[in-house]
């Protein structure tokens, strides 16, 4: 399987500061990344898929960037609403992975 | 779209289990559809995938064997059957309907979970 390692496990950030996580992949994925939002006790949401087009009705202060092995999930100007778990997924293989996360916390 | 899983339960290991997934809101037959599972405080987990005929079927490698995913186009309904469950199976379970071709890339709608505790 394809092993998608995400760092920071977890950060710590105020309201207003620029916030970056990566995801980096066991092997090249092309484009085929995706990256969710989960906050406590509710469904994940989809925030970005294949790297960098984002959802309809996601804040454009999210942007996805990356190819091959390594991707970024950049956060501009950090939102109380933004204070959540980051997960990425990879979808080049059919078995499907995600990374284990990266918790954003307030500072 | 909505979809609304059911099924989860206290049970105990070795056990077997059928979840169950309401779709409506879109036109089933159309998307594959996914399981996904979240252990309490842990991270996401892809289970299994199904394509929207049934033709194509896939599982991570760690649940084969023990987990059957099915779908009923006619119910709009997707299932997940697990067999000798054991306590790390103690999780979370989400429906997810893909987008794409096939297996589909993502997924872009999620239902809220359903809770399968495996203990004696």
């Known amino acids: 399987d394809i092993e998608m390692t995400q760092s920071p496990s977890s950060l710590s950030a105020s309201v207003g500061d620029r916030v970056t996580i990566t995801c980096r992949a066991s092997q090249s994925i092309s484009s085929y990344l995706n990256w969710y939002q989960q906050k406590p006790g509710k469904a994940p949401k989809l925030l970005i898929a294949?790297?960098?087009s984002l959802q309809s009705g996601v804040p454009s202060r999210f942007s996805g960037s990356g190819s091959g092995t390594d991707f970024t999930l950049t956060i501009t100007s950090l939102q109380p609403e933004d204070f959540a778990t980051y997960y990425c997924?990879?979808?080049?293989?059919?078995?499907?992975?995600f990374g284990q996360g990266t918790k954003v916390e307030i500072k | 779209v909505q979809l609304v899983e059911s099924g989860g339960t206290l049970v105990q290991p070795g056990r077997s289990l059928r979840l169950s997934c309401a779709a409506s809101?879109?036109?089933?037959?159309?998307?594959?559809m996914h399981w996904v599972r979240q252990a309490p405080g842990k991270g996401l987990e892809w289970v299994s995938g199904?394509?929207?005929?049934?033709?194509?079927?896939v599982y991570a490698d760690s649940m084969k064997g023990r987990f059957t995913i099915s779908r009923d186009n006619a119910k709009r309904s997707l299932y997940l059957q697990i067999n000798s469950l054991r306590p790390d199976d103690t999780a979370f379970y989400y429906c997810?309907?893909?987008?794409?071709?096939?297996?589909?890339?993502?997924?872009?709608?999620w239902g809220q979970g359903t809770l399968v505790i495996v203990s004696s």
């Open positions: 997924q990879q979808s080049y293989s059919t078995r499907w992975t």
């Open positions: 294949a790297v960098s």
């Open positions: 199904i394509s929207l005929n049934s033709n194509t079927i």
């Open positions: 997810a309907k893909a987008r794409g071709s096939s297996l589909g890339h993502n997924l872009d709608n």
């Open positions: 809101g879109f036109t089933f037959d159309d998307f594959a």
